[in-house]
């Protein structure tokens, strides 16, 4: 069951900060998925080296930790990991593909923009889909639609998989976005660089808004 706060370790917005003190800070918070993504790991050999240490040292926090890691777009390395199982859009590895290599038990994560993308989501085997972005962000370009709440809460009501709501998200409107009925909340920037300048405090605030 998707549930509880994903946390986004994000190599562009946290370039200047250790990704794995990131996700460690998140955990003692108590967030409840890791996602680790790089867009420019393809980038150089050295890059994808460097995701890849970053990848399995997050996987063995799990020996003290409970809670899922997934990978973006990278299903071979997803395997190679072992991680929980591969978050993915529309110009990323096939759902299908996915599926074939990872198993039935892993789980997949599908980032969607309309409702349409979202249902087609699900028909093709998602075990979550994400929609976004709820609110402006700066982790999203200008061209990027914003959705609003009442989108959210269209495709909470119409898919039968959990719905994650990404985007813009902060103290300021997370019970706005949790009246929608979503399972999760993701978030980037917000915990990264936090208002109250306490990462592990301010991860577990959002934890305690999602589980009351």
């Keep these: 069951m998707i549930k509880g706060l994903y946390a986004i370790v994000d190599a562009d917005v946290s370039s200047a900060q250790s990704l794995n003190d990131l996700a460690l800070d998140y955990l003692k918070g108590g967030v409840s998925f890791i996602q680790l993504r790089d867009k420019k790991r393809k980038i150089s050999s050295e890059n994808y080296q460097k995701f890849c240490k970053t990848a399995f040292q997050i996987k063995r926090f799990q020996k003290d930790f409970s809670f899922q890691f997934i990978l973006n ?7 190679e990991v072992g991680a929980d199982g591969i978050h993915v ?13 990872l198993g039935s038990q892993k789980i997949i994560g599908y980032s969607s923009h309309s409702l349409e993308e979202a249902l087609e989501a699900e028909k093709m085997g998602a075990d979550y889909v994400a929609f976004g972005a709820i609110f402006p962000t700066t982790t999203k370009g200008p061209g990027h639609p914003i959705q ?3 989108k959210l809460k269209k495709v909470v009501e119409s898919l039968r998989v959990p719905i994650v709501a990404i ?3 902060g103290r300021h409107n997370i019970k706005e976005v949790l009246a929608t ?8 920037s917000a915990l990264a660089r936090p208002t ?3 990462r592990i405090q301010e991860a577990r605030w959002f934890c305690d808004q999602l589980k009351a």
């Design 196 to 198: 109250s300048g306490d």
């Design 181 to 188: 009925g979503v399972s999760s909340i993701a978030m980037i």
């Design 148 to 150: 609003g709440t009442e």
């Design 89 to 101: 859009g529309k110009d990323d590895v096939l759902l299908q593909e996915c599926r074939e290599k």
């Design 167 to 169: 985007g813009g998200i």
């Design 73 to 79: 777009d990278d299903l071979e390395m997803a395997l």
